[in-house]
């Protein structure tokens, strides 16, 4: 059983998916709080985008946490999985929920929950476990798998 001690193809792929979920929801979190104008440019009634305050916002707080956690996939933290598993859950609760309120076209939640539901799978496997274990763990685990000379 080898142990990662060097970040993967499946965990750059994750941290890739997460930067393109952080721009979508942080694009979406901007639009959606008014900030851009996009109904006249795009030739929409004035009355297209309306959401709450709490949809915005949480938009774009799972976008900042989309994005840092990209950075730590990259970096290979510790802390990864966990905050992973954690904020993926929220966000694709969060992608259903917004859905199902029908606030939004289509096309956003159902990419928001795709990309969640991806990353989320792939932290369940066990290379995404070992992947994101502690730098010390790893060393522990890589010395029990050699064998003793």
Do not use: N
Request: glycine share 12%; proline share 4%; with cysteine.
């Amino acid at each position: 059983m080898s142990t990662l001690t060097h970040r993967t193809l499946g965990t750059t792929l994750v941290a890739a998916l997460a930067v393109v979920g952080a721009v979508v929801s942080v694009a979406a979190g901007i639009v959606l709080s008014g900030t851009i104008d996009v109904d006249a440019r795009l030739g929409a009634p004035s009355s297209y985008l309306t959401v709450d305050a709490a949809t915005t916002t949480f938009l774009l707080v799972v976008g900042a946490a989309q994005g840092l956690f990209a950075w730590g996939a990259l970096t290979l933290g510790p802390w990864v999985w966990t905050f992973g598993v954690v904020t993926q859950s929220a966000g694709l609760v969060g992608a259903f929920c917004i859905g199902a309120a029908g606030a939004v076209s289509v096309w956003q939640p159902g990419l928001a929950g795709g990309i969640h539901a991806l990353i989320l799978a792939y932290l369940m496997t066990p290379e995404a476990r070992r992947a994101f274990q502690p730098l010390s763990a790893r060393r522990r685990a890589r010395r029990a798998d050699s064998p003793q000379t």
